[in-house]
């Protein structure tokens, strides 16, 4: 029999964590001892560059104040400045969820939440299996990142996805502590 598929089993899942020690330099990491992603906050910017290669930044977070924040891409070579509620947009489900959708240049993901601590990155054409989850590690009390040994190629975009929602959070957590003057 002249077989030209081989069954081999995908490898494991990758788990990223987040050293969160210092909020305005994060560190990405598989490993302890082997950082994959410097993020650094600076002057109205939050660099996402790649540890092993540290002149390569992989996109910059323009935070605008009260104007949409923008994205640019530099080691794409983009000279361009993207509206970062275009690059990872709101959109709605036919079964009314709302998510963010990306688009990359493997495809289309949405990222969906599924409680308050679990947040899940499915291929638009593919609701049924997840190819990445991002959630509050109990264990270390830090936030982790999987994987599907699948998706490592993603992996720059859903670290990305994963910093401009952060920053979004945290923006709208600051605007509600001004509002109401907290906090306590």
């Given at each position: 029999?002249?077989?030209?598929?081989?069954?081999?089993?995908?490898g494991?899942?990758?788990?990223?964590?987040?050293?969160?020690?210092?909020?305005?330099?994060?560190v990405?990491?598989?490993?302890?001892?082997d950082?994959?992603?410097?993020?650094?906050?600076?002057?109205?910017?939050?660099?996402?560059?790649?540890?092993?290669?540290?002149?390569?930044?992989?996109?910059?977070?323009?935070?605008?104040?009260?104007?949409?924040?923008?994205?640019?891409?530099?080691?794409?070579?983009?000279?361009?400045?993207?509206?970062?509620?275009?690059?990872?947009?709101?959109?709605?489900?036919?079964?009314?969820?709302m998510?963010?959708?990306?688009?990359?240049?493997?495809?289309?993901?949405?990222?969906?939440?599924?409680?308050?601590?679990?947040?899940?990155?499915?291929?638009?054409?593919?609701?049924?299996?997840?190819?990445?989850?991002?959630?509050?590690?109990?264990?270390?009390?830090?936030?982790?990142?999987?994987?599907?040994?699948?998706?490592?190629?993603?992996?720059?975009?859903?670290?990305?996805?994963?910093?401009?929602?952060?920053?979004?959070?945290?923006?709208?957590?600051?605007?509600?502590?001004?509002?109401?003057?907290?906090?306590?």
């Amino acid at each position: 029999m002249d077989s030209t598929i081989t069954l081999v089993n995908p490898g494991p899942p990758t788990s990223y964590f987040l050293d969160t020690t210092d909020p305005k330099n994060i560190v990405v990491y598989a490993h302890p001892c082997d950082p994959l992603y410097q993020i650094e906050t600076e002057a109205g910017q939050i660099k996402i560059i790649d540890a092993h290669h540290p002149s390569r930044v992989l996109a910059i977070i323009h935070q605008k104040g009260l104007r949409p924040d923008t994205l640019s891409f530099p080691v794409r070579g983009e000279n361009s400045v993207v509206n970062a509620q275009k690059w990872l947009k709101k959109t709605k489900l036919p079964d009314g969820t709302m998510v963010r959708a990306m688009d990359t240049e493997s495809g289309s993901y949405i990222w969906k939440v599924h409680s308050s601590l679990c947040q899940k990155i499915y291929q638009y054409a593919d609701l049924e299996s997840a190819v990445a989850c991002c959630y509050w590690h109990h264990s270390s009390g830090k936030p982790s990142l999987v994987l599907e040994y699948g998706a490592e190629s993603l992996r720059d975009d859903i670290i990305i996805g994963y910093f401009v929602q952060r920053h979004k959070i945290t923006m709208e957590e600051k605007a509600i502590d001004v509002l109401v003057g907290g906090p306590w």
